[in-house]
């Protein structure tokens, strides 16, 4: 005769393995399909490829914004030509002549040239951010900016 705890010892054994079997083989990642030369059916994935957009080479460059509007590069040029940097009168145009006085101006502070303008150029040239729209303008915690200083001092009001 057959003893009732030895066959239920050996159930509990057999199921315990494979159930471990059976979570050991979903860690284990399967081998890579190989890739076969042959053409595939009319009916490939590659009809639903080419109806999807692609996106285009180089689109991350074109997000956000192009250029500077007309109104913005009048005031940037009438604060260059009020600091000694530009002559003549505005123009709106962000022209050679401009982004010239723009990196000389960004030269003689000792900030870097690639980029014209540069925030801290504008900053000191008078042409900050507006807030203006604030709704708390008197208790917003911002620094203190002097016009023509280009640096803060730190502290808030």
Known sequence: MRNPVLSSICFV?????????AAWSKSVPE??????????SSH???SKRSSAKK??????KRHGQQQIAGDRTREIQAA????????GSPSGSM?????????RYQQDNGWQTKVVPDSRALI?????PDHS?????????????????????????
């Open 124 to 128: 000191k040239l008078g042409l900050g």
């Open 13 to 21: 054994c057999i199921l315990a393995s494979a159930l471990s079997a």
């Open 55 to 60: 996106p285009r080479k180089g689109a991350w």
């Open 95 to 103: 022209d050679a002549r401009t982004k010239a006085a723009l990196t």
């Open 31 to 40: 081998p890579a399909k190989k890739v076969s030369s042959k053409k595939q």
């Open 133 to 157: 729209n604030l709704l708390n303008p008197t208790t917003a915690a911002l620094p203190n900016i002097k016009p023509g200083d280009g640096s803060s001092s730190g502290s808030q009001e």
């Open 80 to 87: 260059l030509i009020k600091a000694n940097y530009l002559d």
């Open 44 to 46: 490939s994935s590659k």
